[in-house]
């Protein structure tokens, strides 16, 4: 049996697997599910709304290119369109910067500073 090679896109804050993860934890090729890893560093803060609409964006993305081969191209294209989501997200200020994360870089812009 040939192993499949796994079809992936990673970006800072996205990482999509074309894969599922098994009884075992690791990581199985597949050709029919995607598999979404949010902030993987957690540089954000998140809340459930802000991960919820995260998830819902995904689910948009990956419908819309329904019937599209699964290729690394694609997968990239919805990686790239989540990330610019997340950046939304952050400068409507419905998550924010992590302050306490190992790293802290401000990969999508300096965090706005409240007016007095």
């Known amino acids: 049996m040939d192993n499949p090679m796994l079809l992936k896109s990673t970006t800072r804050h996205i990482r999509i697997f074309a894969g599922e993860i098994d009884s075992h934890g ?47 191209y694609n997968l990239r294209r919805i990686g790239s369109d989540l990330e610019h989501y997340m950046r939304s997200l952050l400068q409507k200020g419905e998550i924010s910067y992590n302050l306490t994360a190992r790293v802290t870089n401000y990969s999508m812009g300096l965090p706005q500073v409240a007016q007095k």
Request: proline share 4%; hydrophobic share 35%.
């Open 26 to 72: 690791e990581l199985v090729p597949s050709d029919q599910v995607l598999t979404l890893d949010v902030d993987p560093d957690n540089e954000f803060n998140w809340n459930e709304d802000a991960l919820q609409k995260i998830y819902h964006k995904f689910d948009e993305l990956v419908e819309e290119s329904s019937g599209a081969d699964l290729t690394d």
